[in-house]
Each structure stands twice: as structure tokens, then as C-alpha cells.
């Protein structure tokens, strides 16, 4: 009995329907609540109010994200028309979008029992907004674009399967669902795309599906050199990157540390460990060692790249493919000669529910709960202008609700300082974590700076943007200052202080002070300078 074609035809529509459900829960109240990473929030904010200015990442400003994690979040803006709005509905969309080369790739590979369930699975790790391996209520949009990149992983890693029927339609929806999925990872977070440029190499090795694989590669080659031909930023980009992997290298942490984070997932890989022994028994096949081995090393690297302790989604498509192995195996046993094989089918699709089910359950917790808390205006509205859909609620998370509480009076103190500034601000800077006052103020931003400025993640002593670059289209810097408690003089602000503050006091004078800021507009040119630069010669 063939038993992974067992009503193929539902699977698709089962986990198009999910996705759909999940983007109406996201989408449908129009608020963003958050418990934790407001900074996090501000800066994929001011990332969609860049680029609906009409900026283009890395050629207008600094950022080692792709460019369709930018144009995704300004769809979101774009579409719900509130900045509280813009997270849940960008989500909402790659929700749908993610949904329509998985039901694909899932229905033509795995068995219902396997697909369902794994299908909702990675659905709602890119629909739930909680940085994985939180807990529930630590309800945030922040590394959003992680989630994307383990859901669409998680989807292509299936194809190491053969499908059930192999034709020239399947072969190109194969190629198509492929190429969109790298291409996904390619542009929204390199890590994961050069693991999904890598996974076809290891496919060419299956002669009935090379086909396929080779077609993606060439496709994804074309498709990127279209891309470049309009972005025109690919090496601004890598000199991006290149920045933030001069900080640590290839891998972060101390010894002790990156130990620890193989312990946190221990669970998953002694799971995924068991599946791949019982498939690689059945199959004795090298290249399926291969596989596995490839998901498990892969799988870490990423995550030790990412703000992120436990979700190596890797490890559980290997376990999805293990198990459809498993399945195909005793489907091909003649009943009479094996009775036990029916329980060892079941015991493997029991086992995997086991390893999927938990994580399930804990997004649906989470969603649900940014689902209600949205719908009845949970919280307090960050109090600036435009952000008034932005909610920050206290669920059980009384010490980051107190942090950021605190941080609303720095952020009013400063918009009351810009208010008052005649003539009206533009091309605004933060020295501080993020930058919501050109979307309060509906300033243009400035061209050649950054929303990221993530001290020993994106800059650091040794490897930073150099001040007359970042700050050369700046016409007002807004400085925070130091804070009372003893940690503070630890913390980034003074490192960025001491790299920044000499050119800002070379070329900026003091425009006004309060509480929590330092005001800096740009001096005036002299004359000469003046007119050199209307003579067009400087």
C-alpha cells in the first residue's frame, strides 16, 4: 500500500486554508502589541518608512538585511496604512505567499499525517510574532526575518524527497517553488540562502531528480542578475555583511557559550538522530547521511548567527524527510511477510506528531494572544504621533514592561524637543538603538546612514561605518544621553559616542538640550564653501 498518496489532493488545500486563517488573525485587528524589543520594532519600522520614502537598501542606506525584508515590511505600510499595522500585515503576506510553494512541495512528498501537521508547523513559526525560543507572552515582530528563513528552509529541505509522481508538470512547479524559495532566503537573510544554494548540489546527486535541481540553479542565477540589473547594490550589500562578520567571525560566542546553545537543542537533535538511524537502517544510503549531516551542521551555523537560542527548523525537515523515508519503506514490504510494519509506520508518524506538536501549540498560544490582546487595545500606544496602533502590553512581563514604559518619556522628551525646532527637522539621526522620530515627525530621512545600529551585531570597536559616511547627509543628531543606572556607562551608547561624537562636534553645533537628549544641527557652510558647492566643485 502506497501510503504517503493517501488523499494528496486535501493536503494542498488544508494548508492554504491554515495559511489563510493565520494571515486574517494577524491582519484583522490592525495593531501591533508588543511586550519586548521596542527598540527592534522601531528599526524594521524605520526600515518600511525608508523605502516608502522612495530610499533603496544598501544603496540608500546601510543594512545587512536583504532587500525583501525591507520591500515586505513597506508592503505592510503600504497596504494597512498605519505604521501599527505594517508588522501583522507584512506577515499576513508572507504567511500566503510561503503557503503556496508548501502546499506544493508537501502534498507531492509526504503523507497526509506527515504534511498536515508539518505544514501548520512552519506556517505558524512565520505567523507567530514571538522571537523563537522565547516565551509565549514575550510577544514581539523582532527577528521576523529568521522565522522567514526557517520556514522557507524548512519547505525546501522536503525536496530531497522524490515526489510520488515524476512528469514534466511536476518538474516545473518543482523548479518554480524551488527558485521562489531561494530566492526568498537569498534576498531577506544570506545565511539562509547560502544554505538553500548549497541543498541543490546535494540533490544533483539523484539522477531522477536533477532535472529539477539543475533548473532552479539556473534559474535562481538569472533571476538574481534580473535583480541586480534594478537594484544595482549586490556589493553594497556584501560590504555590508562583510562589516558585521568582521565583529566575530563565523562563529559567535566563547567556546562555552556555543556548547551551551548545542545543549539548548539537544532535545531536537537526539530526535532527529533517532529518525535518521531507523530511515538510514531501512535505506543504507550514503547520500541520505549526507543529508542529515548536512541539516544538523547547517542548521547550527545559522542559529549561532541569529539573536536566537533554541529553533534549528532544520532539524525537524530532516526529521519530516526521515520519517516519509520510514513510511515508504514499510509501504513497499509485502503485508504478509512483516506484521509488525503497520506499528513501526504508525510509531513514526506518532513520533514525529510528538516533535512538531509542542512547537504547534506554543505558537498557536502565542498568536492568539497578540490576536487578543490586539483586538482589545492591550496596553498603552507608544505616545508619538503616527504610532498611535503601536501598543506596548504588561502580559506577565513586568520588567520589560517597566523598561519600556521608561523609554515612552525618553521618546516623548524628544519629539517635544524636535517640535519646537524652527524650521522644521529633516534627515534625522539617533545615536541610539532606533530612530522613531522621522516617522513621528513625517521628516525625510537622511541617505547613507543606518537604522542599525546594534553595538557587537552590526558595528563594534574594530568594524564600523566611518562617521563622514554615515553622517554625511544628516542635518540633525539626535544624541541620547547617559542614564543614571550603573550599567549604563557599559552599555553601547558611549562606545558610539567615542566613534561618532568627535565628527559630530566638528561639524554640528548644539541646537538644544533636555532631559534625556542632546540636540545637534548641522553648521552652516562657510562662504567659500558656499560657493564651491554652487559651482558644482566639491
Not at 209 to 231: C, N, P
Not at 315 to 340: F, N
Not at 489 to 501: E, M, R, S, T
Request: glycine share 8%; aromatic share 10%; proline share 6%.
Amino acid at each position: 500500500m502506497r501510503l504517503w498518496t493517501e488523499r494528496p489532493m486535501k493536503v494542498g488545500p488544508i494548508l492554504l486554508v491554515a495559511a489563510a486563517l493565520l494571515a486574517l488573525l494577524l491582519a484583522l485587528p490592525g495593531q501591533t502589541v508588543t511586550t519586548r524589543y521596542l527598540n527592534d520594532l522601531f528599526v524594521i519600522l524605520d526600515g518600511a518608512y525608508r523605502v516608502a520614502a522612495g530610499q533603496v537598501p544598501n544603496q540608500d542606506f546601510h543594512t545587512p538585511l536583504g532587500p525583501f525584508a525591507y520591500y515586505l515590511t513597506a508592503a505592510g505600510y503600504a497596504l494597512s496604512g498605519t505604521l501599527g499595522g505594517t508588522m501583522p500585515t507584512a506577515m499576513a503576506l508572507i504567511t500566503l505567499l510561503v503557503a503556496l510553494p508548501m502546499a506544493h512541495v508537501l502534498s507531492s512528498r509526504l503523507h497526509p499525517f506527515i504534511a498536515i501537521p508539518y505544514g501548520l508547523f512552519l506556517l505558524l513559526i512565520l505567523a507567530v510574532p514571538v522571537n523563537l525560543g522565547e516565551g509565549i507572552t514575550s510577544l514581539s515582530f523582532a527577528k521576523f526575518y529568521n522565522r522567514i528563513g526557517w520556514a522557507a528552509l524548512g519547505v525546501l529541505l522536503v525536496m530531497y524527497l522524490r515526489p510520488v509522481r515524476i512528469d514534466r508538470r511536476q518538474t516545473i512547479l518543482d523548479t518554480a517553488c524551488a527558485t521562489v524559495l531561494t530566492l526568498l532566503m537569498l534576498y531577506t537573510k544570506l545565511s539562509y540562502g547560502v544554505v538553500a544554494l548549497a541543498f541543490p548540489l546535494l540533490v544533483l546527486s539523484d539522477r531522477q531528480q536533477r532535472r529539477w535541481s539543475a533548473g532552479a540553479m539556473g534559474a535562481t542565477l538569472l533571476a538574481a542578475l534580473s535583480i541586480e540589473l534594478i537594484w544595482q547594490s549586490s556589493l553594497a550589500h556584501l560590504a555590508d555583511l562583510r562589516l558585521a562578520f568582521a565583529l566575530d567571525g563565523g562563529l559567535r560566542g566563547t567556546w562555552g557559550q556555543i556548547v551551551d546553545h548545542i545543549l539548548v537543542n539537544l532535545t531536537d537533535y537526539i530526535l532527529l538522530f533517532l529518525f535518521a538511524g531507523i530511515a538510514l537502517y531501512r535505506t543504507r544510503s550514503v547520500r541520505d547521511l549526507l543529508f542529515y549531516a548536512f541539516c544538523a551542521v547547517a542548521g547550527f551555523l545559522i542559529i549561532n548567527q541569529n539573536f536566537q537560542a533554541w529553533g534549528i527548523i532544520m532539524l525537524h525537515g530532516a526529521a519530516a524527510v526521515a520519517a516519509e523515508t520510514i513510511l515508504r519503506s514499510e509501504s513497499r514490504r509485502p503485508q504478509g511477510v512483516d506484521h509488525g510494519s503497520w506499528s513501526t509506520a504508525a510509531g513514526a508518524r506518532l513520533l514525529f506528531l510528538a516533535v512538531v506538536l509542542p512547537t504547534i501549540i506554543y505558537c498557536l498560544a502565542a498568536l492568539g494572544l497578540h490576536t487578543a490582546a490586539a483586538s482589545v487595545r492591550a496596553g498603552i500606544a507608544v505616545p508619538l504621533p503616527n504610532m498611535e496602533q503601536i501598543r506596548v502590553a504588561n502580559l506577565w512581563t513586568w520588567s520589560d514592561y517597566d523598561t519600556a514604559t521608561a523609554y515612552h518619556e525618553v521618546l516623548r522628551d524628544g519629539f517635544n524637543a524636535l517640535s519646537q525646532l524652527e524650521p522644521k527637522p529633516s534627515r534625522i539621526f539617533v545615536l541610539d538603538q532606533g530612530n522613531a522620530f522621522s516617522m513621528a515627525l513625517n521628516a525625510p530621512p537622511a541617505r547613507g546612514d543606518t537604522p542599525w545600529l546594534q553595538w557587537d551585531r552590526t558595528l563594534g570597536n574594530t568594524s564600523y561605518i566611518p562617521p563622514e559616511t554615515l553622517l554625511a547627509d544628516v542635518q540633525l543628531v539626535m544624541e541620547r544621553k547617559l542614564s543614571d543606572s550603573p550599567d549604563a556607562a557599559k552599555g553601547p551608547l558611549p562606545q558610539l559616542q567615542a566613534i561618532y561624537g568627535p565628527y559630530i562636534a566638528a561639524h554640528f553645533d548644539a541646537a538644544g538640550e533636555t532631559q534625556h537628549w542632546k540636540l545637534h544641527r548641522r553648521r552652516a557652510p562657510s562662504i567659500p564653501e558656499a560657493a564651491l558647492h554652487l559651482d558644482g566643485r566639491s
